[in-house]
């Protein structure tokens, strides 16, 4: 734990902080929370009601960005009302890409903390009070954040993200995370399994594991198959997710133990970015169409019934209506269940940026876009329709959104279903009989309260067929 250097309980103040982007940044807010409040500060329930507010920021495509340039000013308009001594901070992979411009030009806010720099906050929040400048964008080789205790202070109570490292050495052509997050790094098994360990005892029911390439995981040697293998024993009756893995490494090891270990879900995010081999090597994914095809055979092969999405980039630079219909025609061959589908956006420092002309015209992108999107709910409506009958176990995470006397939760393989309350509450694991579907949601009876050992016991694969 860290250990706050003076009692700053007589300074103490409220803080909000508002998240964009990936599941990262979420589970990084936490690592933030906790800092402050070992400073003795209090989360506020809204930004208006906060002393500081951090905006936790996201670069990846421009409009992310624009996001929060919008929220930044109406942040500042607060303060020029009555709030005048709300202090404004950017955290994040903005806060690393426009660095001290936000303090120079934009004097939207007061203080810019870069995803390496969160053990910095309270010293940087001195210097606020100081009158001074407060950046610290520095990255670095070895920060994990691995002995800092995040505090959910959000979330569900019944799932939660534990980070298992940070950065990425990949250098997608596309991608600005290399130089927004930095090296690639690993935290330590021994730091990720206690944290496990207290979120079983804190009573959460699933985790996910998150790093932007959680298969290139190396602890000293500890693999990220051996680090499932750990995860997985804490609890038998908690699910372990991860995200995200790249084609390029996907040992066989490890998908034995998805398919062994009960409580490992049966679902893998695997982002294709493109269906055309040409693409992909401009795009700098070390892998072909082909030999993107053998994985996903291969995962088939080894996890039966497992269930996979994808990322999707449209419009990347020089990108042909031919590569693009290569796109369409590897989704179809697939069949993913779930897909994030992206109009490509320019980056400054990446290779893509130095190299490449963003040449494909906005109406184009817009275009191919909902083709990509349009064909995608197809196949998510026939793959829905195909649960119809079938019987799954659902983690109960809370009240539906469309009706409060319903409740929804996931399937092992990641499908959201909608169901009624019953006896179940929040963290319960219920057998599920799913009646109907639509592209986004299954809807099922229950048929009663479960466990994964006992489900498990049951049924020889994790779902069950009914005639
Ligand atoms: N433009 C559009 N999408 C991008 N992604 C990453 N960089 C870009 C970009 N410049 C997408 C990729 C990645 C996901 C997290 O965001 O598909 O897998
Ligand atoms: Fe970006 Fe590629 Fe790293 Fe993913 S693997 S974060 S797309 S550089």
Aim: hydrophobic share 35%; glycine share 4%.
């Amino acid at each position: 734990m860290i250990t706050p250097e003076k009692d700053n309980t007589l300074d103490s103040k409220t803080y909000f902080i508002e998240t964009y982007g990936c599941q990262m940044n979420f589970a990084d807010s936490e690592i933030v929370n906790s800092i402050m409040i070992e400073q003795g500060h209090k989360a506020a329930d809204t930004p208006e009601n906060a002393d500081i507010i951090f905006v936790n920021t996201c670069s990846i495509r421009d409009n992310a960005e624009r996001r929060v340039w919008d929220r930044l000013k109406y942040f500042r308009s607060l303060r020029t009302r009555k709030q005048q001594n709300k202090t404004v901070g950017v955290l994040g992979c903005m806060a690393e890409r426009i660095r001290e411009k936000f303090l120079d030009e934009e004097k939207l806010v007061d203080l810019v903390v870069g995803p390496d720099a969160y053990r910095d906050i309270p010293n940087l929040l001195e210097q606020v009070e100081d009158g001074r400048k407060a950046v610290n964008v520095l990255l670095s080789l070895e920060e994990t954040y691995a002995d800092i205790a995040p505090v959910r202070t959000t979330g569900n109570g019944v799932s939660a993200f534990v980070s298992i490292m940070r950065g990425c050495d990949n250098m997608c052509s596309f991608c600005v995370v290399p130089f927004t997050r930095g090296r690639e790094r690993s935290r330590s098994a021994d730091s990720i399994i206690s944290e496990i360990t207290a979120l079983s005892e804190q009573n959460y029911k699933e985790v996910t594991l998150l790093g932007q390439n959680v298969n290139s995981y190396n602890d000293n040697g500890t693999t990220f198959a051996q680090l499932m293998y750990r995860a997985c024993q804490v609890n038998p009756e908690m699910r372990i997710r991860f995200s995200t893995s790249h084609p390029k490494d996907f040992p066989d090891e490890l998908l034995s133990i998805i398919n062994e270990q009960p409580n490992i879900c049966n679902y893998i995010h695997i982002p294709a970015q493109s269906g055309n081999s040409e693409l992909l090597k401009k795009m700098r994914r070390p892998y072909t169409r082909e030999e993107y095809l053998v994985l996903i055979d291969r995962m088939r092969e080894l996890i039966p019934g497992v269930a996979l999405s994808t990322d999707i980039i449209t419009g990347f630079c020089g990108e042909t209506e031919d590569q693009h219909r290569d796109t369409l025609s590897l989704m179809e061959t697939v069949n993913y269940d779930l897909a994030y589908m992206f109009a490509y956006s320019e980056r400054e420092r990446t290779l893509a940026h130095r190299k490449y002309e963003d040449d494909i015209p906005e109406e184009v992108k817009k275009r191919r876009l909902s083709e990509i999107i349009d064909l995608q709910m197809k196949n998510q409506e026939a793959q829905n329709a195909k649960e119809v009958g079938k019987t799954h176990l659902v983690l109960v995470e809370g009240p539906s959104k469309r009706d409060e006397n319903q409740l929804c939760g996931r399937t092992d393989t990641n499908k959201m279903v909608v169901f009624d309350r019953k006896d179940l509450e929040r963290g319960d694991y219920a057998a599920v009989r799913i009646t109907s579907h639509t592209a986004a949601t299954l809807k099922g009876d229950v048929l009663h309260k479960s466990s994964i050992q006992e489900f498990q016991q049951h049924s020889a694969a994790p779902v069950l067929q009914h005639a």
